[in-house]
């Protein structure tokens, strides 16, 4: 089975509801598109991503009601450098879609977005310990799996993998 | 996680205080620590404290090949090691876009159900302990060590099997394997029978679980909480349904869908999981497709070792992926899977090298442990044991 190219052309996803609803919506919060393996991501601007999130919330006819998972990616060396990663679910619709935010390596602040959906708590908790992504608004961003008192974020590429600390 | 954290809970002005529950205690299933403020029996707030089993099994893929992934896996959600394996092995195959052959598929889901008959077992026994009636657990235990036989014979490895491979299962099932899960699915609902007999109708049972720990099907959306925490407040949703993987959409079986969303319900839908799975079972069993249960990619699924004795090629395949593993195309994906405690999904990133750049686990322990204070605030300390347990943490699985 071989793989279908992915499709890149935000003109060319105009075909698919989440995309049209989002350019519709506000055509500058869109960044690009990517229609890959039958998975859709889109790129949001990131002071947009929290409207965003709550205008594909209350969408009547998108739905998506559910957020999956956020975690984020690492891109050391080149810049952006940070990817955040929401995983958006449609209980109704059974769809999904995935939201991406570009972070530069220099402010990685990003808004949070628990008064959408309250479930990011923890997410955004693990993204912060692990990543240093700072989520606004965030109640208690406080480390969640590693102690307090830890150094760094282990999920960065640039974290020492071994050596002594 | 550490101490720090605990000032966010100071003591109210003057009537309430801070009780410490765990991380070694006995109903909190792993290493998980409650910091409750009670005002006298009754509870005002509760922040579970966690990361004590955090062994950074995320950032270890990222140098391992990708193969060499399948076994880490297992140890994430130690009780259902082969849903792990089944997700992480779905969506690579998906990056590199394989098809699997039927026969594959059908042990993938045969074994996939056993496992999952395998994580409500522990979960029922241990539930029923906490709550009291320490009798189920060992008619619960008893039936798990037939299944751990069974993941034995299969996998040679009780607990942490890593049967599955990328493109397929290791081995063929064993001789006489079909016959023993047969006789185990013949066997098994009159078991189930035996714990409803215990459980179902005892008095105790429905006091100490009716009405208790509730959640609105608004706020088990809202608070992320997926598979049998959610359906048990009224949300239809079943992932092998409604997103079907590795087969499933040639399986029938009756998703469970409560409406009460208390623990009560969420054990009447465990149980009845357990019934349906035993059905997919039999389904698999019965139409068991013969073939080959590797997908035919010699430069990603290892050739059989009589090839490998005789054939040149082979040989060289072998030695490749042993050494330096196979590139992945370039590209992202999240598989999700309905593992025994939700939706468990694996979002993998690739840059196009013999190793992962990113795999991210959503666990669904992780998320539906957010639930655990809005059931358990304004209720009684002792509804907190019933909470966790209906909830079905796995501490491995929310740290990772």
């Known amino acids: 089975m071989a793989l279908a190219p992915a499709i890149t052309d935000i003109d060319q996803l105009k075909d698919k509801p989440e995309v049209a609803a989002l350019v519709g919506w506000n055509a500058a919060a ?41 975690t984020a990616v690492d891109w050391y060396p080149s810049e952006p450098r940070f990817e955040v990663v929401y995983q958006l679910l449609s209980i109704a619709r059974k769809a999904r879609l995935r939201l991406k935010v570009k972070l530069a390596s220099d402010d990685t602040r990003i808004g949070s977005v628990i008064s959408v959906w309250p479930s990011c708590n923890f997410f955004e908790r693990e993204v912060f310990d692990l990543f240093g992504i700072q ?27 071994e050596g002594y600390r | 996680m550490a101490l720090t954290q605990t000032p966010a809970l100071e003591p109210g002005a003057d009537k309430t205080m801070i009780l410490n529950m765990g991380p070694q205690h006995p109903s909190t299933h792993g290493v998980l620590r409650l910091v409750v403020e009670i005002d006298g029996e009754t509870i005002v707030r509760i922040m579970p404290d966690i990361g004590y089993l955090h062994t950074g099994i995320e950032k270890t893929t990222e140098a391992k090949f990708y193969q060499q992934v399948v076994p880490l896996t297992d140890r994430i959600d130690y009780l259902c090691p082969m849903t792990n394996n089944l997700a992480y092995c779905l969506a690579v195959e998906k990056l590199l876009g394989l098809e699997i052959p039927k026969r ?21 026994g241990t539930h029923a302990l906490d709550i009291g009636a320490m009798s189920v657990f060992l008619y ?41 899960v047969k006789a185990f699915a013949d066997r098994f609902p009159s078991n189930v029978d035996e714990y409803e007999n215990l459980l179902t109708n005892n008095p105790i ?25 959610l359906r048990a407040s009224g949300i239809d949703i079943d992932l092998r349904r409604d997103a079907p993987y590795s087969g499933y959409e040639n399986f029938q079986f009756k998703v469970p869908v409560g409406k009460e969303g208390d623990v009560y319900e969420r054990y009447l839908l465990r149980v009845q999981e357990l019934r349906e799975s035993v059905g997919i079972v039999k389904q698999a069993l019965e139409g ?14 290892l050739p059989d070792r009589e090839k490998m004795k005789t054939q040149m090629e082979s040989l060289i395949y072998h030695f490749k992926i042993i ?78």
């Open chain 2, 323 to 400: 050494t330096e593993g196979f590139t992945v195309p370039e590209g992202e994906v999240y598989q999700a899977v309905e593992s025994p405690r939700g939706e468990m999904g694996y979002y993998i990133v690739s840059d196009g090298t013999a190793k992962p750049y990113r795999v991210h686990m959503r666990s669904p322990s992780f998320a539906n442990l957010q639930a655990l204070p809005k059931m358990c605030e304004g209720r009684l300390i002792a509804d907190v044991v019933a909470a966790i347990g209906s909830i079905d943490i796995v501490l491995g699985d929310v740290d990772r």
């Open chain 1, 30 to 70: 869109v960044q690009s598109a990517k229609f890959d393996r039958n998975e859709l991501t889109v790129w949001i601007a990131r002071d947009q991503i929290v409207p965003a999130c709550l205008f594909l919330r209350d969408h009547p006819t998108l739905q998506f009601n559910m957020l999956s998972d956020v």
């Open chain 2, 140 to 180: 619960c235990f008893r039936e798990r060590e037939d299944v751990l036989r069974l993941f034995e014979m299969v996998a040679g490895q009780r607990m942490m099997t890593s049967y599955f491979r990328i493109g397929g299962v290791a081995l063929d099932l064993p001789l006489g394997f079909l016959e023993r």
């Open chain 2, 205 to 229: 049972w429905i006091n100490r679980l009716k009405g208790v720990a509730k959640i609105s099907a608004e706020d088990a959306i809202a608070l992320g909480t997926t598979g049998p925490t």
């Open chain 2, 288 to 301: 068991m497709p013969e073939g080959s249960i590797k997908a035919d990619a010699p430069k990603v699924v």
């Open chain 1, 135 to 161: 989520f606004e608004g965030h109640p208690f961003l406080k480390r969640i799996m590693l102690p307090d008192d830890w150094k760094g974020h282990p999920l960065r590429k640039d974290y020492p993998v």
């Open chain 2, 104 to 124: 594959a598929q059908w042990i993938r889901v045969m074994m996939n159900e056993i496992t999952r008959i395998n994580s409500h077992l522990v979960w029922l």
